[in-house]
């Protein structure tokens, strides 16, 4: 079991920053890759970011590319999302997942089935 846990969530105004961050604990020697999703109200969640935990490649939805960026850091078993030039439609509870098993390719990565384990989510509020 590995069980990722988020914070940094908030309210910002839009063109603002935030720094997510996820922390796993448990078995997180398991852990092959890790990803940020987000769900705004009344809508589906959607793929934000991920990021491979040993090789460091990234995926981007494109929503966020040029805005957002994932990194990690293995010694902390964490992995954070800074979020750039915010806008109103960034707004949503943003989690956490990490997958145990491997992703051969890269779309495995914007895939919620290739996740195991998720966190209980961070809300972002961006006010115009």
């Known amino acids: 079991q590995v069980h990722p846990v988020e914070s940094g969530g908030g309210l910002v105004q839009a063109g603002g920053s935030l720094r997510l961050s996820c922390a796993a604990s448990g078995r997180t020697f398991n852990i092959y890759a890790m990803g940020w999703f987000r769900q705004a109200p009344g809508k589906e969640r959607d793929f934000v970011a991920a990021i491979n935990w040993s090789g460091g490649s990234t995926y981007y939805a494109d929503s966020v590319k040029g805005r957002f960026t994932i990194s990690r850091d293995n010694a902390k078993n964490t992995v954070y999302l800074q979020m750039n030039s915010l806008k109103p439609e960034d707004t949503a509870v943003y989690y956490c997942?990490?997958?145990?098993?491997?992703?051969?390719?890269?779309?495995?990565?914007?895939?919620?089935?290739?996740?195991?384990?998720w966190g209980q989510g961070t809300q972002v509020t961006v006010s115009s």
């Open positions: 997942a990490a997958g145990s098993r491997p992703f051969y390719s890269g779309s495995y990565y914007n895939r919620q089935a290739s996740y195991d384990y």
